[in-house]
């Protein structure tokens, strides 16, 4: 199984970026998300979708944030709107598998400006 992330950038605070990520390989799908690990900082989540359709987001992106998914495309993606330097990070996307595996793709910066 392979994720690959884009859409990683520079943006000025109150801007907006939406990341992509798709998943390729021979895989059920349980849960799919995003994650970000700031500078210094531990991974954490941003926010999942479980079976396309419960989600979960972190307090932190609550309202401004939005993850949805492309079945068809084994896509998920990420539309980040209002964004704050403290948004700044590596983002990961992360599928977990109905056995409960999960992978990892390879990240994408995103910096956030003040």
């Known amino acids: 199984v392979q994720l690959q992330a884009s859409g990683g950038g520079l943006v000025q605070a109150g801007g907006s970026l939406r990341l992509s990520c798709s998943a390729s390989g021979s895989f059920v799908i349980d849960t799919l998300g995003w994650y970000r690990q700031a500078p210094g900082k531990q991974r954490e989540l941003v926010a999942s979708?479980?079976?396309?359709?419960?989600?979960v987001y972190a307090d932190s992106v609550k309202g401004r944030f939005t993850i949805s998914t492309e079945n068809a495309a084994n896509a998920v993606y990420l539309q980040m709107n209002s964004l704050k330097p403290e948004d700044t990070g590596v983002y990961y996307c992360n599928l977990e598998d109905v056995y409960s595996n999960v992978y990892w793709g390879q990240g994408t910066l995103v910096t956030v400006s003040s």
């Open positions: 979708i479980r079976k396309g359709e419960k989600t």
